[in-house]
């Protein structure tokens, strides 16, 4: 996949649906669910393509990365996490995925 540079997260993420990466992964206690197909993952049956980092237009702070994921069963699609203190993914799940 060509690496993209993308101005904001919904331009990559409206991008990324039309290349393809129409799921939407959550990462929670002790898998990675797929919320459209409800299909559950472990994190050595994905793979991350690609990452795209964001910052807030006010508040350098206010960082989120988009992960591009694949899934071994073919699935593809996307995992927002952002660094605020009131995030909900797993951090320590999404880094045990192996990258591209």
Known sequence: MDKHNFDTLS???NTLTQE?????????????KALYSKKEYQPGELMIID???F???????????LF??????GTKGTLV???SAEHSQNEELIRK???K
Do not use: H, L
Not at 23 to 32: L, T
Not at 68 to 73: C, L, P, T
């Open 81 to 83: 996490m952002s660094y």
């Open 51 to 53: 990452t795209y980092r």
């Open 68 to 73: 591009a994921i694949m899934a071994k069963d």
């Open 20 to 32: 393809g990466f129409a799921e939407d992964f959550e990462a929670v206690e002790s898998n990675i």
């Open 55 to 65: 910052e807030g237009m006010t508040d350098p702070e206010d960082q989120v990365t």
């Open 11 to 13: 331009e990559a993420v």
């Open 97 to 99: 995925i192996p990258m």
